[in-house]
């Protein structure tokens, strides 16, 4: 038991090693590590109530300055305490979208992948229907249907991610569903739920842990898309895509009011996804070669 | 070959029924009154109750989806509760628009992609292949509404290059195309990229050097056709995030195309426009995939074997 605790602590080990051994990865997981440090503290940085959500229309469209970094809003609210408020909004939908996306996926591709035959081709065809629709629509779909609130986006982007989680987990059950631990916990009378959920998934987790990593990053982006075109994050509240949205009618004299709001969506996005692509690196360094 | 092409035909027609029931019955979850909706807040009870019978929204949602289907495969989508003209010509006066910004940006990315990947792979780890794939990450992270906005300001507002929205004349597909066809390029460029460095090591590329072949024949006629499938398969991908983009990229450049109508339709909640609308895209992109799944079989004459 110590020694099997050993192995999985020294795996561990050893795939961090790889992933700090990887700058850029470990630039994505700086990066991320402030965003999510600024999510947590961003009551401390900046009041909601009197700098993110009040307005204060003497100060509207402000420049950046010592007092407003990023300048200000066209109802004078600070763009950098809207921000940084913001990424709260985007974290949250990201990580609870793409929790929906894992645990509905998840499941259905390791029922999927386990049982086979039937199960399988029925699960994988409904599937196949999710992926027919290009997933930012289903997820304006869904939306348009539901209504415009933070818990109907989240439930779209989640919705709208689960296919490609069916498809990962599905793969990934496939090839070890025939190993001999599987045997062996099915020869001491495990249940068939039992081998899925603590036997096999256990051991997938290399794939479902850089998919959930790239997933935060398109939710994040679809969270943005969406309220872009008045289907997200309703004002007065800080969210990303909707500041770039209102910001569309001061281009031409206020610049920062969508320079900013997209810069925190690229630099999120890129983290993401050099931190994901790290990852796969470090978990599977056949990749990388 | 032949009887691989009608398979994968036969096998888009109950991925369109699939999709068209999703939709469907996403859009009849939808809350509220659509009888109230189209005659008014302030509309007499009996006018919303006749006017529910007369669209048969009383129904049960399957009854409602085989009365669909009927019409759907008679080419009618319904008539938009806005308009109150078929949402089949509403969609389809639109469509050539966003096929034409949808061509061009697609192509946009395939001839600048495909290149840019087989130049970075052939000198990995060089400036070219550093910068490259920094525009290629940027590319992926940027999100395509926003490039849109940047380049208003700066060739629309600034410089008065192009126009910033319409679309008449080329000029005005300049802007549009660079902004939709931007995240395409830089996926498809990551994926040419891996995808030949993962042919040039193997051991029929070191044969084929070692017998003295030109590197651009070997480069070209060896490992790019090897590589293309991956390339292909992205390429087919990305045509889904393509129409997806097109919505918003119609958006920021007020594009007359199905995606603005998809987004006015929205807002007025005229749920037979959003429905048609998004079936539409979804048979588009069903038949893009079994395009890319037939062209597999003329790429790699391995998947054609199999069906001699």
Known sequence: MKNERNKKRSMAAEIWQRLCRNKMAMLGLAILVLLILAAIFADVIADYDTKVVAQNISERLKGPSAAHWFGTDEFGRDIFARIVHGSRVSLVVGLVSVSVSMIVGGSLGAFAGFYGGRVDNVIMRVMDVFLAVPSILLAITIVAALGTNLINVMLAIGISGTPSFARIVRAAVMGVKDQEFVESSRAIGASSITIIFREILPNCMAPIIVQATLSVASAILSTASLSFIGLGVQPPAPEWGAMLSSGRNYLRDALHLTLFPGLAIVVTILALNLLGDGLRDALDPRLKQ | ?308
């Open chain 2, 1 to 308: 070959m032949h009887k691989y092409v009608i398979k994968r035909l036969l096998m888009l027609i109950p991925v369109v029924i699939g999709v068209s029931f999703l939709v469907f019955f996403i859009m009849s979850l939808s809350p509220g009154d659509t009888a109230r909706t189209i005659l008014g807040e302030n509309a007499p009870m009996e006018a919303v109750e006749a006017l529910n019978e007369e669209l048969g929204l009383n129904d049960p949602v399957l009854i409602r989806y085989a009365r669909y289907m009927v019409g759907l495969l008679h080419g009618d989508l319904g008539d938009s509760y806005k308009s109150g003209r078929p949402v089949f010509n509403e969609v389809m006066s639109r469509f050539p628009d966003t096929l034409k910004l949808a061509f061009w940006g697609m192509l946009f990315a395939i001839v600048l992609s495909i290149p840019i990947g087989i130049i970075s792979a052939t000198k990995q780890y060089s400036l070219t292949d550093s910068i490259s794939m920094v525009f290629a990450l940027l590319g992926v992270a940027t999100p395509n509404f926003w490039l849109g906005l940047m380049l208003i300001i700066a060739f629309s507002l600034h410089l008065r290059w192009f126009p910033s929205g319409g679309s008449e004349g080329w000029k005005a597909l300049v802007l549009p195309v660079i902004t939709l066809g931007t995240g395409c390029m830089a996926n498809i460029t990551r994926t040419t990229r891996s995808s030949m460095l993962e042919v040039i090591r193997q051991d029929y590329i070191r044969t084929a050097k070692a017998k003295g072949v030109n590197s651009k024949t070997v480069i070209y006629r060896h490992a790019l056709k090897n590589a293309l499938i991956p390339v292909v398969t992205i390429i087919g991908l990305q045509f889904g995030s393509l129409l997806g983009g097109a919505v918003l990229t119609e958006a920021v450049f007020s594009w007359p195309g199905v995606g603005t109508y998809l987004i006015n339709s929205i807002k007025a909640k005229d749920t037979p426009a959003v429905l048609g609308c998004v079936i539409i895209f979804s048979i588009c992109f069903s038949i893009v995939n079994l395009c890319v799944d037939i062209l597999y079989a003329y790429i790699d004459p391995r998947i054609k074997s199999k069906y001699k």
